[in-house]
């Protein structure tokens, strides 16, 4: 009787807890469009078909973009499970490289609640706004608004835009924001204390996310560009990481036709 009052409890907490778990993909899939062959679009989506939610940046803005996102999606509803998604507008810079963002979610284990939409009031200060979608539980759980974007260049100071993600928490207090972008800006940089003050922590700390043009001595990767911010006093941070894609060819090169970066995975429950 014992025996079998233990499995019962053990399937009751597996059933109360393990679907309570949602876990986030984000990648910078290099130049996502047209560039991008059927059996290119198969191997991305066997590689995060396991994820709940995945953010894609660096989505071509014009022909081919919304098509190739379209296409994974398809793809990835072959696997096994039934997919949705959205796709932003093209971004606003005017001085930069305009691109799009897109959100693919596992219909079976989160729904989009409302609209998604670009950063309204930064706008100008921020080249590529960010792109907000919110999105609940099927199961149960709080509504959880994730935020991607895609910073400038290391280059031409990326911090000069970070700074204003400090406001966001503020614009938005009603939301639980999930930030998950490529920074080009290592999380250790001054410009994410204030943030860091507010609450909000990385995943990942001291991992490089992008890939270098060759590996030394089997160092493959090239710098800390990549992460997920949380508020750690609503999320539990379940485990989190990188994928190292790259390691299924057999060289950098044919790796970097995917992407010059790495996907980063976030897998979380409410407080």
């Known amino acids: 009787m014992k025996k079998y009052f233990i499995t019962f409890f053990i399937w009751l907490v597996i059933f109360r807890f393990g679907y309570s778990n949602v876990s986030i993909c984000f990648w910078n899939i290099k130049d996502f469009g047209k560039s991008k062959s059927d059996v290119e679009i198969e191997f991305i989506a066997n590689t995060v078909k396991s994820y709940d939610i995945i953010a894609i940046v660096e989505v071509v803005a014009g ?59 930064y706008n100008q200060e921020i080249d590529r706004e960010p792109y907000y979608a919110t999105f609940r539980l099927k199961k149960s759980g709080s509504p959880f608004t994730l935020v991607t974007y895609h910073a400038i260049t290391m280059s031409q100071q990326p911090e000069t835009e970070i700074k204003y993600f400090k406001l966001l928490p503020l614009e938005y207090p009603n939301l639980n924001l999930i930030f998950a972008g490529d920074f080009n800006c290592p999380q250790s940089h001054t410009v994410f204390n204030p943030l860091k003050k507010l609450g909000y922590k990385p995943v990942l700390v001291d991992q490089k996310t992008s890939l270098r043009q060759k590996c030394i001595n089997d160092d493959c990767l090239a710098s800390e560009f990549d992460n997920i911010f949380y508020d750690e006093s609503k999320l539990n941070l379940v485990k989190a990481g990188i994928i190292r894609f790259y390691e299924s060819f057999a060289s950098l090169k044919e790796a970097i036709c995917i992407s010059d970066h790495v996907p980063v995975y976030f897998e979380f429950s409410e407080k």
């Open 63 to 121: 022909d081919g973009g919304a098509q190739a996102v379209a296409k994974l999606k398809d793809e990835l509803d072959r696997k096994g499970n039934k997919w949705d998604y959205t796709i932003s507008n093209p971004t606003l810079s005017s001085s930069y490289k305009t691109e799009r963002y897109a959100f693919i979610w596992k219909t079976s284990k989160v729904s989009k609640v409302g609209d998604a939409w670009l950063e309204k009031k």
